[in-house]
């Protein structure tokens, strides 16, 4: 059995080997025998999350865009260049998914930050302050 790495060590081997432009199954798949064989399958969230702040890190930030549609390419675009002004990230990963509970609007989560801009959120908003008066 491998001497057990902290998250830390597992992200930062996993993020470098990523930047790299080859070879993204085999360190995924070695990174995900390791969680098997080690019995850490429980972890894989956190490491993920650790992954992604390593690789902001080194200059890629991976972005989950949800909306309640489909979003254009030129929207989609205008995201990833807000993100890198945002983060100074030299490269943008956008991932999309459609959640019609959103009701409108956007929400971009992004390593360590959310900025959520969709109509149900601030309809909870509204809410919140009325309830408050």
Do not use: C, W
Not at 9 to 31: P, R
Not at 100 to 113: E, H
């Amino acid at each position: 059995m491998a001497k057990k790495l902290s998250r830390r060590i597992l992200a930062k081997y996993v993020a470098d080997q990523l930047v790299k432009k080859d070879g993204h199954a085999l360190v995924l798949q070695q990174l995900a025998a390791y969680l098997i064989e080690n019995k850490r399958t429980d972890e894989a969230l956190l490491i993920v999350r650790d992954i992604e702040h390593e690789l902001m890190n080194r200059g890629v930030v991976i972005a989950r865009i949800t909306s309640s549609h489909s979003l254009s390419d030129e929207l989609q675009k205008s995201i990833a260049d807000f993100t890198k002004k945002q983060t100074g990230a030299k490269t943008v990963v956008t991932e999309l998914g459609v959640d019609k509970s959103v009701l409108g609007g956007f929400r971009l989560d992004l390593p360590g930050k959310q900025i959520d801009r969709t109509i149900a959120n601030q309809l909870m908003t509204l809410r919140t302050k009325f309830k408050k008066v």
